[in-house]
């Protein structure tokens, strides 16, 4: 396989995954936002801003799936899990779990994939194709 095609394929596998499983978290949302809102309200932020939970777990993940504004997509991921880990997850982040891996580390995967696919881009099987 040439390089540049493992390159690009390489980009695709990363940005599916993460669009599903971030997707996934806010189609569960939906229906109830109230947990969201609760996690911002409780900061003492106004109750809307809550609702930019959706922004990074519906709008930005299918910018993401579909290799739209990509980037973009992922800096909207990264935002979105810096705020989830400082607002649900700060205790955690110096933890370990009872199998001694890291106590937030899906949290930690979904953003620093995020993160990666910021400098990388998309790759050239994408909408944008950069």
Known sequence: MHPTTADNLGKLILRIVLSVLILLHGLNKIPDPQGAIGAVTAQGWPAFLA???FIGEIIAP???LLGWH???GAI????NM???IGLVHAGEIFMLNKHGGWQIELQGMYL???L????TGPGKISLNQR
């Open 51 to 53: 609702y930019g939970v």
């Open 62 to 64: 299918i910018m993401l």
């Open 70 to 72: 990509a980037r973009m």
């Open 76 to 79: 909207l991921i990264v935002i």
């Open 82 to 84: 810096l705020f989830a």
């Open 112 to 114: 620093f994939t995020a």
């Open 116 to 119: 990666a696919l910021v400098f």
